[in-house]
C-alpha cells in the first residue's frame, strides 16, 4: 500500500483530486490530503461511517482531506489499523522534517534547508547537450575544475549517454572514460564532491574507489540491483531516480494515468530497497524528461512538493531538455536561461539539489534562495 501525502492547497492540485474523487469540500489553504492506494476498502471502513467530510473512496482508494491535525484525528476516528495510522503519521512527519535534512558525504555536510548545484560533466561523444566537448581527459578534467570555480557544490561524472535513443556502452569502455577523469580531479582538487553518473555497479564501485562519494543511478538502482550493495558497502550517498523504460526506448509514447502518484510510487518502491539494505544517504530524482510527456514533466515541477513526504532530499535535473525546446521551439545552445528559471521554480518547490551545464547561472540562483532562507 502507498500512502502519499498531497499539497492540496494549490488550487489546481485540488480540484485535480476534487474530480477525482468527486467531493464536495470548498478549497482552502492550508490543506493537505492523504492518499490511500491499493487498499481493501471494506476492510479500512464500514459501510454507515462511508459519508464523511473529510474521507473520500474510490475504487480502491482513499483519500482523507484537511490540515495536518485533522488528517490525525480522521484516522483514529476510523479505527484505521495500527500499521496504516502509523504511515499516515510517519508521512506527515516526513514531509515536516524534509527541509531540516543533514548529510555528511564525503568531508561535507550539507544541509538541504539551503540548495545545492550539480555541474555536468558528460566524458561521452555522443550526449544531446555537450557530447564530444570533453570525451579527452584533459578537456573534462579543465571543465569540472572551471565548474568548481564558478562554485559547483557537486561534479557528477558520466560516461554514457543516456539521451533519448542512445545506445549502451560496455563496463569497459565506461570506466576507461570516467576512472582516470575522477582520479585526476581528486588528484587536483582533492575535496571535491564527484558523483559517478552510471547504472552499471562495476563502474560505481571503481570510481567510489578513486574518489567518488555519490552514485547517481538513472534506473533507481532497476538496471543493476547491486547498485544498492555497492552503495551501502562503500557508505555512499544514492540517488535514485525515476525512469520510464530505458533511454534507448523511453520516449516512444510514455503515458501515465497520474504522473505524480506513478513517479512516487516508483521512487516509494525503490528508496525502500535501499532503506531496507541498508543505505542511509539517500535522494530522489523525478526524472523529467525520462520517459515523460511536456505535460508530465511541467506537473512534476508544479507539483514537486508532493514528492517530499517519501523523506529525502530531491534533485532535478531541468538544464537544456528537450521539452524546453519543444515548448519554445530553442536550440539545446539557447535554452540556459529557461532552464535557470524553471531552476528557480523547482527550488521554491521543494529541490534541493540542482543539475545543470550552466553552473555559473545556476550557483547565483542558488545563492540568491539560499540568501533569503538565511536572512
Given at each position: 500500500?502507498?500512502?502519499?501525502?498531497?499539497?492540496?492547497?494549490?488550487?489546481?492540485?485540488?480540484?485535480?483530486?476534487?474530480?477525482?474523487?468527486?467531493?464536495?469540500?470548498?478549497?482552502?489553504?492550508?490543506?493537505?490530503?492523504?492518499?490511500?492506494?491499493?487498499?481493501?476498502?471494506?476492510?479500512?471502513?464500514?459501510?454507515?461511517?462511508?459519508?464523511?467530510?473529510?474521507?473520500?473512496?474510490?475504487?480502491?482508494?482513499?483519500?482523507?482531506?484537511?490540515?495536518?491535525?485533522?488528517?490525525?484525528?480522521?484516522?483514529?476516528?476510523?479505527?484505521?489499523?495500527?500499521?496504516?495510522?502509523?504511515?499516515?503519521?510517519?508521512?506527515?512527519?516526513?514531509?515536516?522534517?524534509?527541509?531540516?535534512l543533514k548529510y555528511k558525504i564525503g568531508n561535507r555536510i550539507f544541509d538541504f534547508k539551503f540548495s545545492y548545484v550539480m555541474g555536468i560533466l558528460n566524458v561521452t561523444p555522443d550526449s544531446f547537450s555537450d557530447g564530444g566537448k570533453y570525451a579527452q581527459k584533459n578537456k573534462a578534467v579543465e571543465h569540472a575544475l572551471?565548474?568548481?570555480?564558478?562554485?559547483?557544490?557537486i561534479i557528477d561524472v558520466g560516461g554514457e549517454s543516456t539521451r533519448p535513443g542512445s545506445e549502451p556502452v560496455s563496463t569497459e569502455e565506461e570506466m576507461k572514460r570516467v576512472v582516470p577523469v575522477i582520479c585526476e580531479i581528486i588528484s587536483q582538487k582533492p575535496e571535491t564532491i564527484i558523483s559517478i553518473d552510471t547504472t552499471k555497479s562495476d563502474v560505481a564501485k571503481e570510481a567510489i574507489k578513486n574518489g567518488a562519494s555519490i552514485i547517481n543511478d538513472i534506473s533507481g538502482g532497476s538496471f543493476d540491483t547491486e547498485m544498492f550493495s555497492v552503495a551501502q558497502e562503500f557508505d555512499t550517498a544514492m540517488i535514485i531516480m525515476h525512469i520510464s523504460g530505458k533511454p534507448q526506448t523511453m520516449q516512444n509514447s510514455p503515458s501515465y494515468k497520474e504522473v505524480v502518484s506513478e513517479v512516487y510510487d516508483i521512487l516509494f518502491e525503490q528508496t525502500e530497497i535501499a532503506l531496507n539494505i541498508g543505505i542511509e544517504k539517500i535522494i530522489i530524482d523525478p526524472g523529467i524528461g525520462f520517459g515523460k510527456r511536456i505535460e508530465d514533466n511541467l506537473n512534476l515541477i508544479e507539483r514537486l512538493q508532493d514528492l517530499k513526504s517519501l523523506g529525502y532530499p530531491i534533485l532535478i535535473g531541468l538544464s537544456r531538455k528537450s521539452f524546453i525546446g519543444n515548448i519554445l521551439n530553442l536550440p539545446v545552445q539557447e535554452r540556459d536561461d529557461v532552464s535557470n528559471a524553471l531552476n528557480a521554480v523547482a527550488i521554491n518547490n521543494g529541490a534541493r539539489i540542482i543539475r545543470t551545464h550552466n553552473v555559473k547561472q545556476a550557483v547565483q540562483t542558488s545563492k540568491i534562495f539560499n540568501r533569503i532562507i538565511a536572512n
Open positions: 500500500m502507498i500512502s502519499q501525502l498531497l499539497n492540496l492547497s494549490s488550487e489546481k492540485t485540488f480540484n485535480l483530486y476534487k474530480r477525482k474523487y468527486n467531493f464536495s469540500t470548498k478549497f482552502k489553504n492550508c490543506i493537505y490530503g492523504i492518499e490511500l492506494r491499493d487498499v481493501s476498502i471494506d476492510s479500512i471502513v464500514c459501510e454507515e461511517n462511508r459519508k464523511n467530510d473529510n474521507y473520500f473512496f474510490i475504487d480502491d482508494c482513499m483519500l482523507l482531506i484537511g490540515s495536518f491535525s485533522d488528517l490525525i484525528e480522521t484516522s483514529s476516528i476510523l479505527s484505521l489499523n495500527h500499521k496504516i495510522k502509523s504511515e499516515i503519521i510517519q508521512k506527515i512527519e516526513k514531509y515536516n522534517r524534509h527541509d531540516f572551471r565548474m568548481i570555480d564558478e562554485g559547483a557544490d
